[in-house]
């Protein structure tokens, strides 16, 4: 257990559609990293929020989007989804601002996205 | 543009022997090199990591070798046990810009008893 909560763990919908995921990172770490697993593929980074700021940005598309909260859980909002979309979404956290060499990110179990 | 590639996209190892993944890489400005393992249902977990300064890096039984001029790093496991079976993430990243790590495709090991 990474200590890291993503939900939900599953989701179905249809295109079109619009969807919140949800992550808790680990007690006390600041940061929070969106990625993104394509069948057969690698992890492709979607953004990073530390301590309620946007702080990176990768290859995130115009129709999602996402926040950290106060209490800094974070949400990723897909809109208008396309079949193109599903996917596995991972969020990972860390105590700092930055990947140290350390490297470790702790990642959730991630939510599956099925798009009709 | 694919960064990081990792071209095996399976291997099956008995047990005992040796595992060796590989991974590629294109971005000269790489100075941490991650791995990560991933068993079905989880998220990936952080194994072991090598700076740019080191060619080597060890920790029980698994050994991570840097190869900066082909751009090359390898992950050894030694002996490789059923348990191992996962797939495996190399993460390499820029100091310069340690905000994201870039995720290669992965190898599913089997570790066949």
């Known amino acids: 257990d990474s200590g890291v909560t993503q939900t939900p763990k599953h989701l179905i919908t249809a295109t079109g559609q619009r969807v919140t995921l949800r992550c808790s990172p680990r007690?006390?770490?600041?940061?929070v990293y969106w990625y993104q697993q394509s069948l057969d593929q690698g992890l492709q980074f979607l953004i990073q929020y530390y301590n309620g700021e946007e702080r990176a940005k990768g290859n995130i598309l115009e129709r999602f989007s996402a926040q950290q909260f106060p209490d800094l859980h974070s949400e990723l909002n897909l809109s208008s989804l396309e079949l193109g979309d599903s996917a596995l979404y991972f969020c990972?956290?860390?105590?700092?601002?930055?990947?140290?060499?350390?490297?470790?990110?702790?990642f959730g179990e991630g939510s599956r996205l099925t798009v009709l | 543009d694919q960064q990081v590639k990792q071209n095996s996209p399976s291997l099956s190892v008995q047990e005992g022997r040796i595992s060796i993944l590989n991974c590629d890489y294109t971005?000269?400005?790489?100075?941490?090199f991650l791995w990560y393992k991933k068993y079905p249902a989880e998220g990936p977990t952080f194994l072991i990591s090598?700076?740019?300064?080191?060619d080597k890096n060890e920790d029980g039984r698994f050994t991570v070798f840097l190869n900066k001029s082909a751009k090359h790093l390898s992950l050894h496991i030694v002996p490789s046990q059923p348990g191992d079976s996962a797939v495996y993430f190399c993460?390499?990243?820029?100091?310069?810009?340690?905000?994201?790590?870039?995720f290669g495709s992965g190898t599913q090991l089997t570790v066949l008893p």
């Open positions: 993460a390499p990243f820029s100091s310069g810009s340690a905000r994201q790590l870039t």
């Open positions: 090598i700076s740019s300064i080191k």
């Open positions: 007690s006390g770490d600041l940061s």
């Open positions: 990972a956290s860390s105590v700092g601002n930055q990947v140290l060499d350390g490297g470790e990110l702790f």
């Open positions: 971005n000269s400005m790489f100075d941490y």
